[in-house]
């Protein structure tokens, strides 16, 4: 593992490891090599793990779950509609 050990950083330290990390995604995806995409991977993974472990009630945002997306694109419909009726 590259890095210090997750369960390790204080609130403040895994969060810029997460900016970080999260900053750095795009690249190691478009030009990184598998070993180093896997890498980013298995990171991204416990850090992303620790925050929710220390976060189990963050709020959510409405509009980042299936039904806000549902809502702002119009498209939910909880009962199908039939012509002429």
């Avoid at 210090?4 to 950083?9: C, D, G, I, K, Q």
């Avoid at 190691?28 to 990171?43: I, Q």
């Avoid at 929710?52 to 702002?72: I, K, Q």
């Avoid at 694109?73 to 009726?85: N, V």
């Amino acid at each position: 593992m590259t890095g210090v050990e997750p369960s390790r950083l204080d609130d403040q330290q895994l969060m810029k490891e997460l900016e970080t990390i999260h900053r750095t995604r795009h690249d190691t995806l478009l030009y990184g090599s598998n070993d180093a995409l896997r890498a980013h991977n298995e990171r991204m993974a416990q850090l992303e793990g620790e925050y929710l472990r220390r976060n189990p009630r963050r709020p959510v945002a409405a509009g980042r779950t299936r039904e806000g997306a549902r809502d702002r694109s119009g498209a939910c419909s909880t009962t199908p509609s039939t012509p002429g009726t």
